[in-house]
């Protein structure tokens, strides 16, 4: 039975999703898509394999298996970004599914990727749960978050910048924080619960160009559901102290007429158990 508090936060993320996924692929895109090529080379599939990607957003994973001859199912829960995904992946089959309860057979898919899906529902524990009903036995699951904010510091510093400031806080239903799944120990219990093997995290530092404190604001408003609810609680007068906060914070970074922001993510990988007659 699902948490009545889990899904009420689910269900504002994903109408926030439905709302900006054009901005999303526009603002943030570019930065989640550096981590699509290592995301499938963490599933291990190749041509001829059947790999499932839930939670697609734009389709950038998908996208890049295709490119790899891979046969690929995708979903997301938003119908927007299922349009996105059918014009970046038109090879693929797209659906809109949601990925805490899969509309797919037990052991139907050789791997399983979710590009930055966990950290968006407070219920992690289901959507990893159903990515293991539906590999075959031995199947790859592969999925990426956020690494600490002192790491990903593009989104980490807009959390410093707010610190010390007065904000009013949104009108959103209580949930997991952006960053509960950025640890190794986190990641690993999480998918040794829902029985894989042989977990391993790794991670992929990468530099993200800015070219403005009010372009990376802005990234915020139009590419983000709970930053951009929280900004739009604010007033005028208290948006200015906070852009002004983050020109602060991004100042380290400067190189030239821009900023090179460091960002981190964090991929976990996991195997399927092999079942008696995979194993014999």
């Keep these: 039975m699902i948490d009545p508090g889990a899904d009420a936060f689910d269900q504002f993320e994903i109408d926030g999703w439905r709302r900006i996924a054009s901005d999303y692929r526009r603002e943030l895109g570019p930065l989640t ?88 529902t407070a219920m992690p524990e289901r959507m990893v749960a159903e990515a293991a009903r539906v590999l075959k036995p031995g199947g ?14 593009f989104v980490g510093l807009f959390g410093d910048a707010l610190a010390g400031l007065p904000v009013v806080s949104p009108a959103m239903p209580p949930g997991p924080g952006l960053f509960d799944l950025a640890s190794r120990e986190r990641l690993e219990s ?51 102290p906070i852009l002004a906060a983050l020109g602060t914070q991004l100042e380290p970074y400067r190189s030239g007429d821009h900023y090179e922001v460091p960002v981190s993510f964090l991929l976990v990988t996991g195997r399927a158990p092999l079942d008696d007659r995979s194993s014999s």
Excluded: N
């Excluded at 699951?141 to 790491?151: G, I, K, L, T």
């Excluded at 999480?190 to 790794?202: H, K, P, S």
């Design 33 to 120: 898509k550096r981590a699509s090529s290592a995301t499938v080379d963490a599933a291990q599939v190749a041509a001829g394999h059947l790999l499932l990607d839930v939670g697609t957003g734009p389709g950038y994973v998908a996208a890049e298996a295709i490119l790899r001859g891979v046969d690929v199912v995708a979903t997301d829960i938003a119908e927007s970004m299922v349009d996105l995904a059918r014009r970046a992946a038109p090879t693929a089959i797209v659906e809109v599914a949601d990925a805490r309860h899969l509309p797919y057979t037990a052991g139907r898919f050789d791997a399983v990727t979710a590009g930055f899906v966990l950290l968006h």
């Design 140 to 153: 790859r699951f592969a999925a990426s978050v956020y690494d600490a904010p002192a790491r990903a510091r």
């Design 190 to 240: 999480l998918l040794g619960a829902a029985g894989f093997e042989g977990v391993d995290v790794t991670t992929l530092g990468l530099l993200h160009q800015v070219q403005s404190p009010k372009a990376l604001y802005d990234s915020f408003v139009l590419g983000t559901v709970r930053a951009a609810a929280l900004l739009a609680a604010q007033s005028a007068d208290q948006r200015e």
